[in-house]
């Protein structure tokens, strides 16, 4: 963890309104994956428990300040562009309190919100909307539902037409960084075999999905993906 986060006078966390397409929502607590280095970052999601760690984060960094650009809502962050103006500003002193206001105002549960149950679990604090203390607009007139599981391998498996490919959601196994670098490269790879049907070949990323047997072409995107398939044969 960065040790200006962990020494600062006065912490301020600074985020965004927004649904995630793998976590449901990113609140301030997951706003501070930020404090954390890179190789940190892939050790989260290596260990199968991104989630927990995330509300061990939160118990860690001292948020003195929440501030919330909602003046847009974006769904399905961080690598859709579908925003939605909502035309918010919120601040609040109390990180999960903060999170489950904006959480409601996109329409997710947050007791279906992992690292926010963990937080919740390790404090001793409730989850309900109806335990925020909200000054300002009422949260169920501008609230604005947003979806969040965004199923992007059939959906551009369907915009270029390629059959015979195969493409699994990697989940939490895949960092932001590597979805937004595997969202690059596999449209360009379908885009150069648009309407294409290939002979049962496998596009893998992250170290979640692992290849079937009996694909006869493996496709691995990214560092995590080459590891987890070690034992491959060419």
Not at 18 to 30: L, Y
Not at 49 to 57: C, D, G, T, V, Y
Not at 175 to 188: D, I, K, R
Request: some cysteine; proline content about 4%; glycine content about 8%.
């Amino acid at each position: 963890i960065s040790k200006l986060a962990l020494e600062a006078d006065f912490f301020i966390n600074l985020g965004l309104l927004r649904t995630h397409f793998v976590t449901a929502f990113s609140g301030a607590m997951k706003n501070l994956m930020g404090c954390i280095f890179y190789e940190s970052k892939m050790e989260f999601h290596k260990s199968r428990r991104l989630e927990h760690f995330i509300a061990l984060l939160g118990t860690t960094v001292r948020n003195d300040l929440i501030l919330v650009d909602g003046l847009y809502a974006q769904q399905q962050a961080p690598s859709t562009r579908r925003v939605h103006h909502t035309d918010l500003v919120l601040a609040s002193t109390d990180m999960l309190d903060n999170d489950i206001v904006c959480a409601n105002l996109v329409g997710i549960d947050p007791t279906e919100v992992k690292h926010l149950v963990e937080y919740a679990t390790l404090t001793g604090r409730s989850l309900e909307l109806a335990s925020v203390q909200v000054k300002g607009e009422r949260v169920e007139d501008v609230k604005k539902p947003l979806p969040w599981v965004w199923e992007w391998p059939s959906e551009m498996l369907s915009r270029y037409g390629v059959k015979g490919l195969t493409v699994r959601q990697p989940g939490i196994s895949l960092c932001s960084s590597g979805y937004t670098a595997v969202l690059v490269v596999l449209p360009e790879f379908l885009r150069q075999n648009r309407g294409a049907t290939l002979d049962n070949a496998e596009f893998c990323c992250g170290w979640l999905p692992q290849a079937r047997e009996g694909s006869k072409t493996v496709i691995l995107a990214g560092d995590c993906a080459i590891e987890a398939h070690k034992g491959l044969r060419p």
